[in-house]
C-alpha cells in the first residue's frame, strides 16, 4: 500500500464547471494535491493512457470523450490513498453510487462519469509518472 494516488476531472466535469467543487471534496477528506495540471489529452495521449482498454468496445468511444476538452490531473497522497479515493469517487455508474460520492453528485452517466481514480497502487504510479515528471510533483 502506497500513500499517492491518480485522479482526473474528466472533460465532462470540467465543460460542466465542476473543478472547485470537485478539490473541495478532494481536500475535506483529507487528501493532499502533491501535483496537479489543467490539460488537454491528445488523441496519441489517450490512446496509450487507455491501452489497457483497446480490445473493448467501448474503447473508441473513450478515447473520443477524453480528448474532446480540457481536463485536470492531479497526484493526491494520503494514508491508504488508492482505497480511499475510489470510495470518496464512487461506482463507475453514477447510478450505483452511494449518495455524497463525487460521482453520484457530479457525474452524468457511466460514460461520462466526472473522474478517473487508480484502481491499484501500481496503476497509480504508472498513471501518475504518465502525466506529471518527477521535477512536478511536489
Do not use: C
Request: hydrophobic share 40%; net charge negative; proline share 3%.
Amino acid at each position: 500500500m502506497t500513500n499517492r494516488t491518480f485522479t482526473m476531472i474528466k472533460p465532462d466535469a470540467v465543460a460542466n464547471g465542476h473543478i472547485g467543487a470537485i478539490l473541495e471534496k478532494v481536500t475535506s477528506a483529507g487528501f493532499k494535491i502533491v501535483a496537479m495540471k489543467y490539460t488537454q489529452l491528445s488523441r496519441r495521449d489517450a490512446e496509450k493512457f487507455y491501452a489497457i482498454h483497446k480490445e473493448r468496445p467501448f474503447y473508441g468511444e473513450l478515447v473520443q470523450f477524453m480528448t474532446r476538452g480540457p481536463i485536470v490531473s492531479a497526484i493526491l497522497e494520503k494514508d491508504n490513498a488508492v482505497d480511499d479515493f475510489r470510495a470518496l469517487i464512487g461506482a463507475t455508474n453514477p447510478a450505483e453510487a452511494a449518495e455524497g460520492t463525487i460521482r453520484k453528485l457530479f457525474a452524468t452517466n457511466i460514460s461520462e462519469n466526472a473522474v478517473h481514480g487508480s484502481d491499484s497502487d501500481e496503476n497509480a504510479a504508472i498513471e501518475g509518472a504518465f502525466h506529471f515528471s518527477g521535477r512536478e510533483i511536489y
